[in-house]
């Protein structure tokens, strides 16, 4: 069978510092990297490859460190990598990168199953996955916590606020997977080496066919900063046992503990 | 299993030196970092002196590299609790280029210098950790990282000074206390006019400032303070040995939070917001802390050779690790060319560092380590020097004493003996 698993470049978040003063973040040296449900629907991707037989083709769209980026993907077991790139791909909102990515989908052609993550690392708007099965057609399985392929049908087990849902559906189809469908593979040594051997067929937006009107932004961004975190700043100065009284007091008054 | 020439264990200075120099010889060599990136988990003080390894690279090599700035003044700090005096050097020469010192940030740093190594064709893995080597007839034959066997002709630990690898070898004796300092600093972030102001420095030059006495509270040690670009480094190496031992116990971080509330410390970082906080492990036995250098299959560099030095007013080990990686490669060159990676092939290694800076630094100044091991240094000496400035600049309502009999109230018979027998001790260094 044939995959196409669908993932976003991103900023180490963990690596992220909010600068005090003003509550921005400071992007400036934070390493790039795939997000995190996006490993998990790619790890979920090469498992049914392992199981079933096939192929994993690991999609991106971003900016040019994409090619460097991309090879953490190709390590944890995709085949190859199909990419657009262009500068004003990184800060895409959903309704362009949904746009980009299923036209390359389309340029792929031949697939059976689309994974991608619920949401992404830094945005988790959730929508690339509903906008591309609209754009392309296809029935949508969301928040999957575990999928089965059976020859031209897929069983997926949909993790609900009050309930799981259990839905079958035939291939061609998307699925958008949550985080505890599995554990994404550390890649190991001689995988992440071979990773750059791997095929890349990086593409340009005219070559995709992306009118630019279809580029155009329709959010607009007011701000972005931290939620403002606000410390007591109370420190217990005396003794062990007289501090750790004041303490269990405070944080009682607070309603942190005893209730 | 795989076969590389090379496995280099570690993305620090020295394997990143070690990388590049045999990628430029185009021998296979293939780096595995722990971190995400090479620096990730790096740390230094903040200063390397770069002039002894220049002669190991194109001459144009670290025109691009992310220093943060030169260091053109020096600064020494005698602090006792009640005062402070500093001086404060400037040699003109140390204005101009080729600069002997840089201030650095090992996360910038040691990814450019990653790239670099890369770029001349060096196969650099992050995010993979080697957790044992592999052993054939006795020889060193590769490494297991993740779980996967990557056999190698030969293994270059550069894994830091607590090497697992070492330790794996069984090549290394568990550490002592009295051989490691702590070093511990945080980085303190300020624009760039705030620190040439408060540094008197113009655009471009940077400070380094020592500070010793009360501050490490009667421990070995002192303390440390570098500019940046943007920051500050401020930190301070203690003797692990003394942090255990000595009465009354005091942790680290506070010793730290206590130098930084010193009026003449808070001054210079006041308004500054951390953005970091770090803390490294320093070999500080010197010579005698040397460990096995090479054995069959297995060369180590930088830290993990235990390549340290510290002889009070300057700690080096920086660029011991980029020569000893370059060092390192060399002789690994050699052992190519012979197609022999047994320890007798290998030990061209030690004799190359014998002929660089490296162990002849580290031979002169042997003594350092024993020498400085005298509390004298960290509480005495900054007293006596506090306490006479203090007269000296002191007007009371008394009739002021001449300048000799204010410096001989400080000074009694018995303290210029015990002067006269430190400097006695000191005359080996």
């Known amino acids: 069978m044939n995959i196409i698993a669908c993932v976003k470049q991103v900023f180490d978040l963990q690596q992220v510092r909010i600068k005090k003063e003003t509550r921005e973040p400071i992007m400036e040296n934070i390493p790039l990297t795939i997000g995190d449900i996006d490993k998990n629907a790619l790890e979920e991707g090469v498992r049914l490859i392992e199981q079933h037989g096939g192929k994993v083709t690991v999609v991106s769209a971003g900016s040019e460190d994409l090619e460097e980026t991309i090879k953490e993907g190709l390590a944890m077991g995709a085949d190859e990598a199909v990419l657009v790139i262009d500068s004003s791909l990184d800060s895409a909102e959903s309704a362009v990168s949904a746009v980009v990515l299923a036209k390359t989908v389309k340029k792929i052609g031949e697939f059976d199953l689309i994974l991608l993550g619920e949401g992404s690392s830094d945005n988790y708007s959730g929508q690339v996955g509903p906008r591309m099965a609209e754009i392309l057609d296809l029935p949508l399985v969301s928040f999957v916590k575990s999928l089965k392929v059976d020859g031209h049908r897929i069983q997926a087990v949909r993790s609900l606020d009050d309930c799981m849902e259990v839905v079958e559906v035939d291939m061609p189809a998307i699925v958008m997977v949550m985080s505890e469908i599995n554990e994404a593979r550390i890649p190991a040594v001689t995988q992440i080496l071979k990773a750059g051997r791997k095929p890349k067929q990086v593409l340009s937006l005219d070559e995709i066919e992306v009118d630019p009107a279809e580029m155009e932004t329709k959010v607009e961004t007011l701000s972005n900063l931290a939620p403002e975190q606000d410390r007591k700043q109370v420190i217990f100065k005396e003794d062990a046992d007289t501090a750790a009284a004041d303490l269990f007091n405070a944080l009682q008054s607070e309603g942190f503990i005893g209730r | ?429």
């Open chain 2, 1 to 429: 299993m795989e076969k590389f020439d090379v496995v280099i264990v570690g993305a620090g200075l020295a394997g990143l030196a070690a990388a590049y120099t045999l990628a430029k010889d185009g021998i296979e060599a293939l780096v595995i970092e722990r971190g995400d990136y090479p620096g990730a988990k790096n740390v230094t003080g903040g200063r390397l002196y770069l002039n002894p390894v220049r002669q190991y690279f194109p001459a144009d090599f670290w025109d691009n590299a992310p220093f943060e700035r030169p260091v053109t003044t020096e600064i020494v700090t005698m602090m006792t609790q009640e005062n402070a005096a500093s001086m404060r050097f400037q040699a003109l020469e140390f204005n101009n280029p080729p600069y002997q010192s840089y201030s650095v940030q090992r996360s910038k740093f040691d990814r450019w210098f990653g790239n670099q190594a890369a770029g001349a064709g060096a196969m650099l893995v992050s995010k993979s950790r080697v957790d044992d080597l592999i052993w054939e007839n006795g020889k060193v034959a590769g490494v297991i990282a993740g779980g996967e066997e990557l056999g190698a002709n030969v293994v270059l630990a550069c894994d830091g000074v607590l090497s697992l690898v070492a330790e794996k070898a069984k090549l290394r004796e568990p550490g002592k206390p009295e051989d490691f300092a702590v070093g511990f600093k945080e980085i303190i972030e300020l624009p760039e006019k705030t620190i040439e102001d408060r540094f008197n420095l113009l655009p471009g030059q940077g400070a380094a400032q020592l500070f010793m006495g009360s501050l490490t509270q009667g421990r070995f040690g002192g303390g440390f303070l570098y500019t940046n670009k943007t920051s500050l480094s401020l930190g301070m190496v203690v003797s692990i040995r003394d942090l255990m031992e000595k009465q009354p116990p005091i942790e680290a971080p506070v010793l730290l939070e206590e130098f930084k509330q010193r009026p003449e410390v808070a001054a210079l970082i006041g308004d500054g917001e951390l953005a970091e906080y770090s803390a490294h492990v320093i070999p500080e036995a010197g010579y005698k802390g040397i460990g096995r250098l090479y054995g069959d299959g297995i060369l180590f560099a930088g830290d993990a050779a235990g390549l340290s030095l510290n002889i009070g007013l300057t700690v080096r080990g920086m660029e011991f690790a980029i020569a000893s990686g370059v060092l390192a490669a060399r002789a690994i060159k050699q052992a190519f060319d012979r197609n022999d990676y047994s320890a007798a092939s290998l030990s061209v290694y030690q004799q190359l560092l014998q002929n660089s800076f490296v162990l002849k630094d580290m031979q002169t100044f042997k003594e350092a380590p024993h020498v400085l091991d005298n509390p004298r240094f960290f509480t005495y000496y900054p007293e006596l020097m506090g306490n006479i400035l203090k007269d000296l600049y002191s007007f009371g309502q008394e009739p002021k004493e001449g300048l000799v009999r204010t410096v001989r109230n400080r000074l009694s018979f018995s303290d210029i003996t015990g002067i006269l027998k430190d400097a006695w001790g000191g005359r080996k260094i």
